[in-house]
Each structure stands twice: as C-alpha cells, then as structure tokens.
C-alpha cells in the first residue's frame, strides 16, 4: 500500500509539471502571436509615414521641375519654395503667403501637399494645431483610418552651399534643407517619422 501511494503522488507531480509547461509554452506562443501583431502594425504605420514623406518630396521636385517654384527673386507665375512649409502657410500675417494662393495654389494646388494630402477640396490656415501639424486625410492603406497621421514640413535655407546634380556647387541663399515629421498615435504612445532631403535652385 505504501508504494502504491508513492507512485500514485509521483504521478500527480508529473501532471503538475507537464500542466505547468503547457501553461509556459502557451503563454509564450500568445506573447509572440502579439509581438507579430504588434510588429506589423508598427511596420505598417512607419512604411505610411514614409510614403507620406516621400510625397511631400516628390510634389517639391515636380513643381520644381515644371518650374512653378522659386528660391529667391520672386517671379510671376510661380510660388515661394516657403508654400511647402507648415508654419509658413499657417502664419496668416506672412507677407509673401499670398504667392502661395495667387501664383501656385489656385492654377497648381495640386502640387502642395496640405491639398493633396489633406481634404482635396478647400484649405485654410486654421487647419494647422499648434504645432503646426495638419491633419493627413489620403492615406493610400485604406487599412489605416484617414485621421489617423499628422505631418509638418519645414523648409530652412542652408547654412553651407549645395550642389546641382551634376555636381556644381549651388549658392547657400538658392539651397533648401526639407524637413518631413509625421507623427500619429498607438497603444504604445505617439510615434515619430522624419526624413530630410536637400533641393537647390539650378
């Protein structure tokens, strides 16, 4: 009788073990299965806010290369290079803002990317927050809710010269530095994504 007892408590022990590394092998495919999850979420979020950032980029280099734009002596027809950046359009009291509408936004507001990223159908400096961010409404994932991204740009002249693509040294006052930060919000707190890129008056 007394072995039998040992085998039988020897048998509940290894129950417990075997129920105990079940538990442990489960928890552990649960916290991966998240982890994934969590992985392609974010993957997805930041490969938007870089498609985001590559619009703005590439809508400067179009308007550029169709030659709308201008760095520095003002001409007819054309708009500031500054129409791309948030606090530039936000700052209503900018005496040159008015380029931006009279010369570029209404034959190309195509081009500027708080029409073609934002609403498509109006565009006012009071759709700026305070930080200068405006609210992006095309988001190409249509997994992705439209509210979701908040970007800024910011165009600053350069400190150093530039060069032409074919490498011809470009004077500062005609370099521009280019900053794209989109921001959005998710379980794990807000997010950040910026990407800068050079353009110069050649």
């Excluded at 498609?51 to 001409?75: G, H, N």
Aim: with cysteine.
């Amino acid at each position: 009788m007394h072995n039998i007892t040992k085998v039988k408590s020897f048998g509940i022990i290894e129950a417990m073990v075997a129920s105990i590394v079940i538990i442990l092998v489960l928890t552990g495919a649960v916290a991966l299965i998240a982890n994934l999850v969590k992985g392609s979420t974010t993957g997805a979020s930041y490969q938007e806010a870089e498609t985001i950032a590559e619009e703005v980029f590439s809508q400067i280099e179009a308007a550029k290369a169709a030659d709308k734009i201008y760095f520095v002596d003002e001409v007819t027809g054309r708009f500031p290079i500054e129409c791309f950046d948030s606090l530039f359009m936000k700052n209503v009291a900018s005496p040159d803002r008015v380029s931006c509408f009279t010369d570029g936004m209404s034959t190309y507001d195509k081009l500027l990317p708080f029409y073609t990223l934002g609403t498509q159908e109006s565009y006012s400096a009071d759709q700026f927050d305070a930080g200068s961010f405006f609210q992006v409404l095309q988001i190409r994932n249509k997994s992705i809710a439209e509210d979701f991204f908040k970007f800024k740009t910011t165009v600053s002249r350069e400190s150093i010269p530039c060069t032409d693509i074919n490498g011809a040294v470009v004077p500062q006052l005609r370099c521009r530095n280019v900053i794209v930060e989109v921001v959005w919000d998710d379980k794990n707190g807000t997010q950040h994504y910026k990407a800068a890129e050079r353009f110069a008056d050649w």
